[in-house]
C-alpha cells in the first residue's frame, strides 16, 4: 500500500467568479477525499485555495507575493477531518492566481517529498479560469508556464485541471482573460503529465475530477508476433476495469459494549461434510474434485487436471487482419485493454504507429490470440483496433477486446422485421416521427460537444454510497440521501432539455399509441395495482366491503390495509382479513371466485392439520367469513356444495367434532331466504344442519373412530 | 429476496461480482428441461453415403455419431435433459407397444457415458441385431414412421408438460416414407401419419425433422414432410426446417437448440414520461466456463456437503446468520444494513430510460465491459411496442446513430449505449444474426484509466510511423487479410463434426477463423481449454483409453505465413520499419545473451571452481565413513554447486541433501 502512496494537492479556486460552481467543486472533492479513506487510505491530500481573502502560504512568508493563496490543510494522511474540512468551500473575494497556486502547490510537495522524481505526486487544480494571471516580473506568461511545466515534469508530478465553464454560460463569458488562461493550462497540460477537462455541467465536475488512482500495472510485456518471423515488443495495460462498491464485512457484535480492544470481525469456516453421514467432517487430503458427467461425477485429482489440462505457451500472435465491419462492436465481450509499444522502444513504437495507421486507413482490424501467463489455461482471442494518438508526446497504440468462442455464443432466431405483420411496420408518418426523435434528442449538439461522454460521468451510486458513508461516518443514524441532481442528469433527461423537444416528442406519442396492456389471468402485480390506484374513490369499493370489513378482533380494516397491502391471495396467516380484503375488490369476477377457493382450500387444510381440534377455531372463523362472503356476493351455491362437502367429510367422522361444532354455531346451508339465488329452503336448511338428510350415512359411520384416508377417499366418491 | 439465508452469496454485498444476468440464467436452465426422441430412419437408403464425394460413411453412421457427439455436448451443458433413441424401419422390433418396424434403442433417461458409448458402437453389430426393414412394396400395409410417432410419443408419457419441452427428432433421407406402401392403403396411410404428428404436436410434443439427401437426390419436403412438420415458434418463421444437406450444418443446427431461446428479462424503455416501449432482454453471448466442480470423498466417491459456519473473532461463538456489515471508514466501523445498500443502488424506478441519441462514432471501442444484452420488442405488455421500436431501429441505423439510456433495473445501474443490429442472412436466407438492439455497457470516468498515456513522454515525443512506411504496412496487411476466404465445412472425426473454416486467398493459405456473412466466425471456433476439459472427462467417464487430441484452431497458419510472398512483404516491412541493420543487432544481442550477463558469467565461473573443488574430495567415502559432518560449510557447498543443489539451509540440511543426493 505505502509503495504506491500518492501525495495530492489539491488547490481550488474560490474567487468571486467560482461561487456558483463552489457547492458542486465541493462535492467533487470531497468525493475525491471519501475515497481516498476508504481505498487508499495512507494517501496524503493538502488543500490550497486561491482567490482567498488573505494570504496564507510559506511562500509568501520566505519570498513575498503569492498573495491570496491560503494553505487550508498541509499535506498530511487523509482523515474524516479532511472530509468535514472539504463538505464545503467558503466563498472569498481575492483574486485568483492559479500560476501562484500551482507554485505554492509544487513547494508544498518539494518541502515534504524532496525533488526527486520517485512517487506518485499529483496537484488537482479546479477553476473556471476567469480572473488574469498576474504578470510576471519577468519574462511572459508562456514562459513562466514553461518554467513551471518544466520544474513540474522533473518532479515528475502529474497536473490534472479541471476548469469548470458550464455549456450555457459558454460564449457570454468568453472575456480575454478566460481565453488566455485556458490557452495556458492547455498549454500546461501538453507539457506535463496529467489532463484537463472542461467540465460543461455539474454532472460532468463530478465526473471530471478523477477519485481513483491506479498504479499501472502491466497484464503482458514482451513479443507480439506479426508473423513467425516478426515480432513487436508491446506492452499490455487495462483500459477499463469496472470499479464495484468496496465488499462489506461481516460484523459481530457479540463483543461486550465495554470491551475497547473488540474487533467486532466475523471468521467464516467451511466444513465439508460428508453426505452419507452428515456428522463425519472430510479431512481436505480425503477430498477429490469432480465434475458431473451425466448423472455420474468424474473424479479428477488435482494433478491429473494440471497434467491432463491444455498447454498454452506464453505469447501473442496476430491471426490477420480483416474489415472492421466483419467484427461487429456487440461481439466484445469483456472488460478493453490497451496494446501500447514498448516505452522507449523506437522501432516497436514505429511499427505499431504504421500498422496503427494503416488500419485506420484501410478500415482494418487485427484478430490476435493471446496468452497473457505462462501456464495460463486458456486461449483468449481478441481484436484490435487502432488508437491514433492524438498528442504529441503519446505513442499510437491499439485498444484490445476479447471476442468470443463458439461456445460464448447462442444463437437465438428472431423474426425478421419485415416479416412483422403490416400493424407492425411503421407507416411514413410514424417513420418520420421516429428520425425527429432520433435526430432532435441528440447529445453532440456540436462537434467535440459530448453530453455524459463515459470519461466525465461519475457513477453516481459509488458517489452517493461514499457520501453516505460520510454522513453514517459522523451520524449513525443517518439515512440514505436523495439523488443529487447533478448525478440525476445521468439517469433521466434534463426538464429542459426535454422542454424543448415537447413538440417532437408529443408527435411521437401521438403517432405510435403505445398502450399499457391489461396482464393476462396469471394475475400480474402491476396490473393489480394500477386498477386499485384507479379505484381507490368508487363508492363500490366500500359498499360490498362495509360489512365485510369488521374483522375478527373488531377493529375496521383501513383503506390503507387494503390498498397498502395488495391482498392477492388468502394466505393461511389472516385467511379471514385476506379473504373479504378480497371481496371487497368487487371489481372483478374472478377475484371473488379466486377468494372463495382459496379459503376453501385453507378450510380444507386447517382441518387435515387438524391435532386434537387445535385448528378447529380457526377454520370456523373461515367458514363463518366464507358464509357471510357468500350471501353478500350471492354465491349461495358455493358455500352449500363446500358444507355439504364438510359434512360427508366430518359428519359421523373422526372430525365429527368439527360438524359439531357447525351445528352449535347454527352454520346453516344459505337458503333462499337469504340469497335468492338459492334453491335451499330454509327448511331444508335448517334439516341439513340437523343430519335429517343423511342421517343414515351419518349414523353407520359414527362407530368408526379412526376411519382411515382410504375410506374417507371412497366416502368422497360415493 | 432473502439476503439473509445465504449472506456470503448476496449479490447486493458482493456487488454483482457477476453478471446480474447469470444467477437468471441458471434458474431458467434447470428449470425448464428437454426430453428428446431421436428417431432414425434405418430404412437400406439410410446405408448409402449422403453424396458420393464422401464415399466411406452412410448418413446412417453420420447420424449415430452426430447423435452421439450431441449427446456428448447435451451431458455436459444440460445434464438435467433426458433422451431416447429409437430407430425405425427395422426387421427387428422392440418396443411394448409391439408396433413393427421400431426398434427402441434406448428408453427415455438422463444420458449417460454408457448411452453414448453403445450408439458409438451401434454401427457393429446392428444388421445382427436391428436390421434394416425392406418390405416389398405390396407387402407394406403399415405406416412404419406412424409406428414410430406412436412409439416415440408414449416414450414422451412420463413427466408434465409445464417445465418440460418434448421433442421428436426425426432424421431421415426419404422424401416419401410411404413410396412402397401398398397402393390400396395409400392414402388412408398418409393421412393418419400426418394426423398422428399433428396429435403429437397437439399434446406439446414438437416433432422436427432433420432431412439428408440421397446420392442425387435433393430431399424435397413438399412430397410428404412439409404437411406435418410444423414450426414450432412464431420467431423462428421461414428460418427452421430448411435443413441442410450437409452433416456440419446438421451438427450446427444441434447446437443451437443447446440454449433454449429464453427471455432474461421483460423490461420497458421510457422514451418520456408515459411513452414506453416494451421489450424482451436476451444474453446472447456469456462466456462459457467448464461447469462447477463439486467435492467427492475419495475414499467413497460420495458428494460432500459444504456447512459454512461464522465465528465471531471476539468470542470465538458461533453466529447464525450475520446480518450486520461494515465499511472501515477512517478507523471507525461505520455499520451498515441491506436495506440502506439497496437504497444507496436505487437511483431510480425506471428500467431502462432513454436520454438522447449520439452519433456511432462517439461509441469508443474501449467502452465495454461485459457481453452486451440482445433486445427486441414485445407487444404483450405494450400494444404498439414492436412498431416504435422497427421506426426507432430503422433511424438509427439510417442516422448512424446509437441511444444513451440509463439501465436502472439492476443491482449495477449503468449507463448503455443502445446500437441497432441489422439482421442478417446467408445466401438460403437463413438467419446469421437477428434484428434487434444490442445493448452495451458503458463504462464509468472511474472505470476508464488514461493508459495509453502512461508513458506519455513530452521530451523525446514518440516516432510516428512515415507515410512510405505506412504503406508497406498496409501492403502486409493486405497479404494476412482475412476478407478473400472461401469456406470449407470440414468434418473432424477427432472431435465430431466441427466446422472449421479455411481462407484461401490468391497469395496466402490461411486456416483461419474467417468471417461468414458478418458472422465472425469465432462462432465456429472452439475455446481448445474447454473443449480439452470436455474431452478429459468424456474419456474419463468414457473409460476411454486415449485422451483426444483437442485441436487447437486458434493458432495462425503459420505455414501460409512463411509462404514466399508473405515473407518477402514481411521483410520489407520489417526492413523498412526496423532498418536494414536489425538483424544484424538483434544477431549480436542473441550472441551476447548466450554468452551471459557479467552476472551469469561470474556464476558460471563460481561454479566451474565448485566443481573442480568438489572433485578433489570423495564423497561416497566420506558419507560411508561419517567423515562429512566433518567438512565445513563452504566444503560441503562445493558439492551441492558442482551438483546444482540448492544451497540455503543450515548445516544439517546440506548434509541430509548431499546423502539424499548421493542415494545413501
Excluded at chain 1, 421 to 438: G, I, K, N, S
Excluded at chain 2, 22 to 44: G, Q, R
Aim: glycine share 6%; aromatic share 8%; hydrophobic share 35%.
Amino acid at each position: 500500500m505505502a509503495r504506491n502512496k500518492e501525495t495530492l494537492v489539491i488547490l481550488v479556486d474560490i474567487g468571486p467568479s467560482m461561487h456558483a460552481h463552489l457547492e458542486y467543486a465541493a462535492k467533487a472533492v470531497s468525493t475525491l477525499v471519501q475515497r481516498k479513506i476508504i481505498h487508499r487510505s495512507h494517501d496524503e491530500v493538502g488543500l490550497v485555495l486561491f482567490g482567498a481573502n488573505k494570504t496564507d502560504n510559506e511562500l509568501a512568508l520566505e519570498l513575498g507575493g503569492y498573495e491570496d493563496v491560503v494553505v487550508a490543510r498541509p499535506i498530511a494522511v487523509v482523515s474524516d477531518e479532511l472530509a468535514r474540512a472539504v463538505d464545503r468551500f467558503p466563498q472569498e473575494h481575492g483574486t485568483s492566481d492559479f500560476l501562484d497556486a500551482i507554485v505554492v502547490g509544487l513547494d508544498m510537495i518539494v518541502k515534504k517529498l524532496g525533488s526527486a522524481s520517485k512517487g506518485n505526486k499529483r496537484i488537482y487544480l479546479i477553476t473556471d479560469a476567469q480572473s488574469a494571471v498576474r504578470d510576471p516580473e519577468e519574462g511572459t506568461k508562456l514562459e513562466q508556464v514553461d518554467i513551471l511545466a518544466n520544474q513540474l515534469q522533473h518532479c515528475n508530478i502529474s497536473l490534472d485541471v479541471v476548469v469548470v465553464q458550464l455549456r450555457d454560460d459558454r460564449g457570454k463569458l468568453e472575456s480575454k482573460a478566460s481565453q488566455e488562461n485556458e490557452f495556458l493550462l492547455r498549454s500546461f497540460s501538453s507539457q506535463t503529465k496529467g489532463e484537463l477537462v472542461i467540465a460543461d455541467s455539474y454532472t460532468t465536475l463530478l465526473g471530471a475530477v478523477k477519485t481513483r488512482t491506479v498504479s499501472p500495472t502491466t497484464l503482458f510485456r514482451g513479443d507480439m508476433e506479426l508473423t513467425p518471423n516478426m515480432t513487436i515488443q508491446v506492452w499490455v495495460y487495462k483500459k477499463v476495469s469496472h470499479e464495484r462498491l468496496p465488499t462489506l464485512r461481516l460484523y459481530s457484535d457479540l463483543a461486550p459494549r465495554t470491551d475497547a480492544s473488540a474487533t467486532h470481525q466475523v471468521k467464516m469456516d467451511s466444513d465439508y461434510k460428508s453426505t452419507i453421514d452428515l456428522d463425519v467432517s472430510i479431512a481436505p487430503e480425503q477430498r477429490i474434485k469432480a465434475y458431473k458427467y451425466g448423472p455420474q461425477y468424474v473424479p479428477i485429482s488435482a494433478t491429473e487436471e494440471e497434467a491432463l489440462n491444455f498447454k498454452t505457451e506464453k505469447g501473442l500472435k496476430i491471426v490477420g487482419f480483416t474489415d472492421k465491419s466483419n467484427v461487429p462492436r456487440h461481439y466484445y465481450m469483456k472488460e478493453a485493454n490497451v496494446f501500447i509499444p514498448e516505452p522507449g522502444n523506437e522501432r516497436s513504437t514505429v511499427a505499431v504507429s504504421c500498422l496503427a495507421r494503416g488500419m485506420e486507413a484501410e478500415g482494418k482490424v487485427a484478430i490476435v490470440r493471446c496468452i497473457w501467463r505462462a501456464r495460463q489455461t486458456n486461449v483468449v482471442l481478441g481484436v484490435l483496433t487502432p488508437c491514433l494518438a492524438g498528442e504529441d508526446s503519446v505513442a499510437d497504440c491499439f485498444y484490445f477486446n476479447i471476442i468470443p468462442f463458439s461456445e460464448d455464443l447462442r444463437e437465438f432466431a428472431f423474426a425478421s422485421f419485415k416479416d412483422r405483420p403490416a400493424a407492425q411496420q411503421p407507416t411514413r408518418l410514424q417513420q418520420e416521427a421516429a428520425d425527429a426523435l432520433v435526430q432532435m434528442m441528440d447529445l453532440c449538439p456540436s462537434v467535440g460537444d459530448e453530453i455524459l461522454q463515459p470519461e466525465k460521468t461519475v457513477n453516481p451510486v459509488l458517489l452517493r454510497f461514499y457520501s453516505f458513508l460520510h454522513l453514517k461516518s459522523v451520524d449513525p443514524e443517518a439515512t440514505v440521501p436523495p439523488l443529487d441532481d447533478a448525478l440525476r442528469r445521468i439517469t433521466e433527461p434534463d426538464e429542459q432539455f426535454l422542454q424543448k423537444m415537447g413538440y417532437m416528442l408529443e408527435t411521437f406519442q401521438e403517432q405510435f399509441a403505445l398502450t399499457h396492456n391489461a396482464q393476462k389471468e396469471n394475475g400480474d402485480k402491476k396490473f393489480w395495482k394500477d386498477r386499485l390506484e384507479g379505484d381507490e374513490e368508487k363508492p363500490g369499493l366500500l359498499e360490498g366491503g362495509e360489512e365485510a370489513m369488521q374483522v375478527e378482533d373488531g377493529k375496521p380494516l383501513s383503506l390503507d390495509f387494503l390498498t397498502g397491502k395488495k391482498v392477492e391471495e388468502v394466505g393461511s396467516l389472516n385467511p379471514v382479513q385476506d379473504f373479504e380484503a378480497l371481496l371487497a375488490r368487487r371489481d372483478s369476477d374472478k377475484w371473488v371466485a379466486k377468494a372463495i377457493k382459496e379459503i376453501k382450500k385453507i378450510i380444507i387444510d386447517l382441518l387435515d392439520s387438524a391435532y386434537n381440534g387445535n385448528t378447529y377455531e380457526k377454520a370456523m372463523a373461515c367458514l363463518e367469513a366464507l358464509r357471510k362472503g357468500c350471501v353478500v356476493q350471492e354465491e349461495p351455491s358455493e358455500f352449500n356444495t363446500f358444507l355439504e362437502e364438510i359434512a360427508t367429510r366430518c359428519r359421523g367422522k373422526r372430525q365429527n367434532d368439527f360438524w359439531e361444532l357447525v351445528v352449535s354455531k347454527n352454520i346453516t346451508l344459505i337458503s333462499q331466504e337469504e340469497t335468492p339465488d338459492s334453491n335451499v329452503t330454509q327448511e331444508e336448511a335448517a334439516a341439513f344442519l340437523t343430519g335429517g338428510k343423511s342421517s343414515a350415512q351419518g349414523t353407520e359411520a359414527a362407530p368408526e373412530e379412526e376411519v382411515d384416508e382410504i375410506d374417507a377417499l371412497l366416502d368422497d366418491v360415493i | 429476496m432473502d439476503w439473509y439465508s445465504q449472506p456470503q452469496q448476496s449479490a447486493l454485498f458482493l456487488d454483482d461480482e457477476e453478471d446480474p444476468d447469470a444467477p437468471n440464467d441458471e434458474l431458467e436452465v434447470t428449470s425448464s428441461k428437454e426430453f428428446i426422441i431421436y428417431l432414425v430412419d434405418a430404412s437400406p437408403d439410410m446405408f448409402l453415403p449422403p453424396n458420393e464425394e464422401e464415399n466411406s460413411r452412410t448418413t446412417f453412421a453420420t447420424v449415430v455419431s452426430g447423435i452421439a457427439n450431441e449427446l456428448k455436448t447435451r451431458i455436459i451443458s444440460r445434464d438435467t435433459d433426458e433422451v431416447g433413441v429409437c430407430f425405425f424401419n427395422t426387421r427387428e422390433k422392440k418396443n411394448i407397444q409391439e408396433s413393427e418396424g421400431v426398434y427402441v434403442f434406448s428408453e427415455l433417461g438422463v444420458p449417460s457415458a454408457q448411452l453414448i458409448r453403445d450408439l458409438e458402437r451401434v454401427g457393429e453389430n446392428f444388421e445382427k441385431d436391428i436390421g434394416s426393414g425392406s418390405l416389398r412394396a405390396v407387402d407394406v400395409r403399415e405406416s412404419m414412421l406412424y409406428n414410430a410417432l406412436w412409439v416415440a410419443q408414449a416414450m414422451l408419457r412420463t413427466g408434465t408438460s409445464k417445465n418440460i419441452l418434448k421433442r421428436i427428432y426425426i432424421f431421415t433421407n426419404n422424401d416419401d416414407p410411404l413410396e412402397n406402401t401398398n397402393p390400396l392403403v395409400k392414402a388412408d396411410l398418409r393421412r393418419t401419419t400426418i394426423q398422428r404428428a399433428k396429435d403429437a404436436q397437439d399434446l406439446g410434443i414438437g416433432v422436427e425433422l432433420y432431412p439428408f439427401n440421397r446420392p442425387g437426390e435433393q430431399f424435397n419436403v413438399n412430397i410428404f414432410y412439409s404437411e406435418m412438420i410444423q414450426v414450432d415458434d412464431n420467431d423462428e418463421v421461414g428460418f427452421m426446417t430448411n435443413a441442410s444437406n450437409r452433416f456440419a450444418d446438421l451438427a450446427d443446427q444441434m447446437r443451437k437448440k443447446m440454449f433454449k431461446k429464453r427471455v432474461v428479462r421483460k423490461m420497458m424503455l421510457t422514451i418520456t414520461k408515459g411513452v414506453e416501449i416494451g421489450l424482451r432482454s436476451y444474453a446472447m453471448m456469456r462466456p462459457a466456463t467448464t461447469g462447477r466442480s463439486i467435492w467427492l470423498d475419495s475414499k467413497s466417491n460420495s458428494p460432500l456437503k459444504i456447512e459454512r459456519s461464522y465465528i465471531c473473532a471476539d468470542t470465538g461463538s458461533l453466529i447464525t446468520g450475520p446480518t450486520k456489515r461494515y465499511q472501515e471508514y477512517s478507523g471507525k466501523k461505520v455499520l451498515l444494513n441491506t436495506d440502506e445498500i439497496f437504497d444507496v443502488k436505487k437511483i431510480t424506478n425506471v428500467q431502462l430510460q432513454l436520454l438522447g441519441f449520439k452519433p456511432l462514432e462517439c461509441l469508443r471501442d474501449y467502452y465495454n465491459l461485459r457481453p452486451p444484452t440482445f433486445l427486441y420488442p414485445d407487444d404483450e405488455a405494450i400494444s404498439g411496442s414492436t412498431c416504435a421500436f422497427i421506426a426507432i431501429h430503422r433511424s438509427m441505423i439510417n442516422l448512424q446513430k446509437f441511444a444513451l439510456a440509463f439501465y436502472g433495473g439492476t443491482a449495477t445501474p449503468q449507463l448503455v449505449a443502445l446500437v441497432a443490429q441489422e439482421e442478417e442472412t446467408d445466401e438460403n436466407g437463413s438467419q446469421l444474426q437477428p434484428p434487434g438492439i444490442q445493448m452495451i455497457y458503458l463504462p464509468y470516468a472511474d472505470d476508464i484509466r488514461p493508459a495509453e498515456k502512461y508513458h506519455a513522454d513530452n521530451v523525446i515525443h514518440p516516432k510516428r510511423g512515415q507515410e512510405d512506411q505506412i504503406k508497406q504496412a498496409v501492403t502486409l496487411m493486405r497479404k494476412l487479410d482475412l476478407r478473400d476466404f472461401t469456406v470449407y465445412q470440414i468434418q473432424n472425426p477427432g472431435n465430431g463434426a466441427r466446422a472449421i473454416l479455411r481462407m484461401s486467398s490468391l497469395f496466402v493459405k490461411l486456416s483461419i477463423c474467417g468471417i461468414i456473412g458478418s458472422v465472425l466466425t469465432c462462432a465456429l471456433m472452439f475455446m481448445p481449454a474447454l473443449q480439452r476439459h470436455y474431452a478429459i472427462l468424456q474419456a474419463l467417464a468414457l473409460e476411454e483409453e486415449e485422451l483426444p487430441e483437442v485441436k487447437d484452431e486458434t493458432q495462425p497458419d503459420e505455414e501460409g505465413m512463411k509462404s514466399g510472398p508473405v515473407v518477402s512483404t514481411v521483410n520489407q516491412f520489417k526492413v523498412s520499419v526496423y532498418g536494414a541493420e536489425y538483424e544484424q543487432e538483434m544477431a549480436e544481442a542473441e550472441a551476447a545473451k548466450a554468452k551471459g550477463s557479467a552476472a551469469a558469467q561470474k556464476r558460471k565461473a563460481a561454479s566451474e571452481n565448485a566443481s573442480k573443488e568438489a572433485s578433489q574430495y570423495d564423497w561416497n567415502d566420506l558419507a560411508d565413513s561419517g567423515k562429512l559432518k566433518d567438512l565445513t560449510v563452504v566444503e560441503l557447498k562445493y558439492y551441492l554447486s558442482a551438483n546444482k543443489l540448492p544451497l540455503s539451509g543450515k548445516k544439517d540440511v546440506l548434509l541430509s541433501r548431499i546423502l539424499t543426493h548421493l542415494g545413501k
